[in-house]
């Protein structure tokens, strides 16, 4: 085992005896939400994955440690200090590990810990891609090209519609990594069930999702997966209304000059303002349902790797 990681003696056991596990990231806690929704919503995740046959390993960096499995305690930490913790994506880990500071992690660093940890399912909300403007900014998340090069795989609601939808599935073809739909053909744009742009395959059962990540490592093929799944038709926001608030959280973020890694956590904070908080309980939803599939796909996993 790495001398950095701790692995929660839950998490231990249930490697250990073959039992599924499911990783969580912690930026969402630190800075996707405000706190106290932030610590409710991570407490919450958890019994979802719990109740849906898996052990949750919510993933974060304590005191310079790299945790993968969290305490009550820790997870509280990491809400009420917000964005005073450090977001961590791999670029940071060492120097975070290095301080011995405190860092929520992304999902390429989320996907690090988890593939050291040996935990092979991540649920999250969405993943990063690339930015809007791009062309100009070079803003293109580290997560595609974790996802190009890391065994883990990971359960989203899309990418975050105030990306470039688009060039993220291009990005993500261009480096062989496989695009499933879940019950879909079309891509789900996180808040939004649907968008213009196809998934590369649809598949409508989360054993088959299994079956095909099996397949993919044990061909040998080297790389992680996206299972998009979309937001429940009750929490989905309508297309217009959310599009609006993403183009002028966009432009604020222009005007402010707010690049980098400070830019997911604006534009998201900044598009609840805009709809009134109705964003904010449509990502709580999302990462409720994506973390029940990410549940049930690391069990049927399992069952086909069980010795």
């Known amino acids: 085992m790495n001398k950095y990681l701790d692995i929660a003696p839950e998490v231990v056991e249930?490697?250990?005896?073959?039992?599924?596990?499911?990783?969580?990231?912690?930026?969402?806690?630190?800075?996707?939400?405000p706190y106290p929704q932030n610590v409710a919503t991570a407490l919450e995740v958890e019994k979802v994955i719990r109740q849906n046959g898996a052990v949750p390993a919510?993933?974060?960096?304590?005191?310079?440690?790299?945790?993968?499995?969290?305490?009550?305690?820790?997870i509280e930490l990491l809400g009420k200090e917000?964005?005073?913790?450090?977001?961590?994506?791999?670029?940071?880990?060492?120097?975070?590990?290095?301080?011995?500071?405190?860092?929520?992690?992304?999902?390429?660093?989320?996907?690090?810990?988890?593939?050291?940890?040996?935990?092979?399912?991540?649920?999250?909300?969405?993943?990063?891609?690339?930015?809007?403007?791009?062309?100009?900014s070079f803003d293109i998340s580290a997560d595609l090209q974790e996802l190009?090069?890391?065994?883990v795989a990971v359960v989203c609601a899309g990418a975050k519609s105030i990306l470039d939808l688009g060039l993220t599935t291009e990005y993500l073809e261009t480096f062989g990594v496989p695009l499933i739909g879940y019950q879909t053909k079309k891509l789900p744009a996180f808040f939004?069930?649907?968008?213009?742009?196809?998934?590369?395959?649809?598949?409508?059962?989360?054993?088959?999702i299994a079956s095909a990540i099996e397949a993919k490592w044990s061909i040998g093929l080297t790389g992680g997966v996206v299972i998009a799944n979309p937001i429940p038709e009750q929490y989905a926001m309508p297309e217009l209304e959310i599009n609006q608030a993403i183009e002028q959280a966009v432009a604020e973020s222009?005007?402010?000059?707010?690049?980098?890694?400070?830019?997911?956590?604006?534009?998201l904070a900044r598009v609840a303002e805009l709809t009134g908080g109705e964003s904010l309980n449509s990502n709580i939803n999302l990462v409720f349902n994506n973390a029940k599939l990410a549940a049930q796909i690391a069990v049927h996993y399992h069952k086909i790797i069980a010795p």
């Open 192 to 208: 939004s069930r649907t968008s213009p742009f196809e998934v590369s395959v649809r598949l409508d059962s989360a054993e088959a």
């Open 58 to 74: 919510t993933i974060a960096i304590i005191k310079g440690r790299l945790k993968a499995g969290l305490s009550v305690e820790e």
């Open 148 to 151: 190009a090069h890391t065994n």
């Open 254 to 267: 222009v005007e402010k000059g707010i690049i980098g890694k400070e830019s997911t956590p604006f534009l």
């Open 82 to 136: 917000g964005h005073a913790v450090a977001k961590v994506s791999r670029r940071d880990l060492p120097f975070v590990v290095a301080a011995k500071t405190n860092g929520a992690t992304t999902v390429a660093a989320t996907m690090i810990v988890a593939a050291m940890a040996g935990i092979k399912v991540f649920a999250t909300g969405g993943i990063g891609g690339v930015h809007r403007g791009a062309e100009y």
């Open 14 to 33: 249930a490697l250990k005896n073959n039992i599924p596990v499911v990783a969580l990231e912690s930026t969402i806690i630190s800075h996707g939400m």
